[in-house]
């Protein structure tokens, strides 16, 4: 069975820094992803990465501010998030699929979520 759990989220301040973990079990060597959903908005693409980690892609909101990596050894993709702002407040969810893409409907696998709160 897959499973992918998301953690490291939390409440910071603006400017402040998190990095968040997705730990995948039933599954390996996927290209992986983040998303995320902010109140009243559409779920977006934050950044993906490839199965070996050679190729990362960003949204335009978050390059230079973010960076997706994996450990493959520990089946695990992380998303460090500096610089942040109010406007990253969102539920934060990463996906695994056989592609990368930054596109939602690539991806099979959805982890439950983890809530990041940029405070002014």
């Known amino acids: 069975q897959v499973q992918l759990v998301e953690s490291g989220g939390g409440l910071v301040q603006a400017g402040g820094s998190l990095r968040l973990s997705c730990a995948a079990s039933g599954l390996t060597l996927r290209s992986m992803g983040w998303f995320r959903r902010a109140p009243g908005k559409e779920r977006e693409f934050v950044a993906a990465?490839?199965?070996?980690?050679?190729?990362?892609y960003y949204a335009d909101s978050v390059k230079g501010r973010f960076t997706i990596s994996r450990d493959n050894a520990k089946n695990t993709v992380y998303l460090q998030m500096n610089s942040l702002k109010p406007a990253d407040t969102a539920v934060y969810y990463c996906a695994a699929g056989r592609g990368t893409t930054t596109q939602a409907m690539g991806y099979s696998y959805w982890g439950q979520g983890t809530q990041v709160t940029v405070s002014s």
């Open positions: 990465i490839s199965w070996n980690g050679g190729s990362t």
